[in-house]
């Protein structure tokens, strides 16, 4: 079965600092998601992706964060200065219209 | 996007059936439920989907009344490893992109 794939697994930071998140999605999907998860609280949505472009973004994704598709297959969030507050478990997403959307394993990030 | 109503916590014990009831009132015709399991420190995983009467697949039963105000998850004959959290969510038709709106889930214990 095709999966959607995150790395790093964990990522430990400090506050500061630039991180990158990268997920390589399921390879015939159009549409790619990032959500995070602060720990015991719930998980919410950040950012859609489409065509190379935002489809919608909430209100956490601010200035700080930024999104890409460098190639074909990669899909990158990048925290440019990274706040206690953006620990999280953060988790990509795809899909390919006519199904529901499939996650990755997540990346938990660690700011210091 | 409707808002959903679901137990915060439910407990069961191996070999038996879990019925796990949602409630979506504000449900709009174009909106399909959708449930997700996540597993502590994973991704939400997609369960099963429906948009009304009777949905079964190798996981699960999703049982949606005519009126579709709310539906039930079954899983028959659980698991211990059927513990984690479960998600009903409520969106848009299949065939189009949405963020997923998660609420607090219901944390489902299996025990022996």
């Known amino acids: 079965e095709p999966e959607v794939t995150q790395t790093p697994s964990h990522q430990v930071t400090q506050m500061g600092q630039e991180v990158i998140l990268r997920c390589v999605p399921i390879s015939n999907h159009l549409y790619f998601y990032w959500y995070r998860q602060i720990l015991g609280q719930k998980v919410e949505f950040l950012v859609s992706?489409?065509?190379?472009?935002?489809?919608?973004k909430s209100e956490i994704f601010d200035d700080q964060f930024s999104v890409e598709r460098p190639d074909g297959s990669n899909f990158t969030l990048k925290i440019r200065s990274t706040k206690l507050e953006d620990s999280a478990m953060y988790f990509c997403?795809?899909?390919?219209?006519?199904?529901?959307?499939?996650f990755g394993p997540g990346t938990r990030l660690l700011v210091l | 996007l409707a808002k959903t109503t679901q137990p915060i916590s439910m407990d069961s014990y191996e070999g038996q059936e879990v019925n796990i009831t949602c409630s979506h009132n504000n449900i709009a015709t174009n909106d399909y439920i959708t449930w997700y399991q996540q597993f502590p420190s994973q991704g939400p995983r997609f369960i099963i989907q429906g948009y009304k009467t009777k949905v079964t697949n190798e996981v699960a039963s999703l049982f949606i009344p005519a009126d579709r105000k709310s539906s039930t998850l079954s899983l028959p004959r659980v698991s211990l490893s059927d513990t984690a959290v479960y998600y009903c969510l409520v969106g848009p038709a299949v065939d189009s992109s949405y963020k997923l709106i998660f609420g607090s889930g219901t944390r489902l214990l299996v025990r022996p």
């Open positions: 997403a795809s899909d390919g219209l006519k199904e529901t959307q499939y």
């Open positions: 992706f489409y065509n190379n472009e935002i489809s919608e």
